[in-house]
Nanobody, 115 residues
Framework: QVQLVESGGDLVQPGGSLRLSCAASGSVFSIAVMDWYRQAPGKERELVASISAVGITYYADSVKGRFTISRDNAKNTVYLQMNSLKPEDTGVYHC?????????WGQGTQVTVSS
């Protein structure tokens, strides 16, 4: 069993920055792929960014050049640095753990971008 706890969500003005964190329990974090998803009101959950066990990253086109995903295996934590935030980045951001057929979700953290 892996538990994921996200933090760092907040209300921020357009153009601002936030850093989300996701702390994972368990000893298998370092071999898992970690993802950040977001879900805006009335929309489906979408993949924002991923990082593999060896640090290979993927970004959705909508966030390329603005968001950076990273991980600290010693702390069992994955981060999402979000810069130049836009109103359309608003949503609940969820951390996701993937390893073979096993996956876990965090409860999410709210990000609101508004003036």
């Amino acid at each position: 069993q892996v538990q994921l706890v996200e933090s760092g969500g907040d209300l921020v003005q357009p153009g601002g920055s936030l850093r989300l964190s996701c702390a994972a329990s368990g000893s298998v974090f370092s071999i898992a792929v970690m993802d950040w998803y977001r879900q805006a009101p009335g929309k489906e959950r979408e993949l924002v960014a991923s990082i593999s066990a060896v640090g290979i990253t993927y970004y959705a086109d909508s966030v390329k050049g603005r968001f950076t995903i990273s991980r600290d295996n010693a702390k069992n934590t994955v981060y999402l640095q979000m810069n130049s935030l836009k109103p359309e980045d608003t949503g609940v951001y969820h951390c996701h753990f993937r390893r073979a057929s096993v996956n876990y979700w965090g409860q999410g953290t709210q990000v609101t971008v508004s003036s």
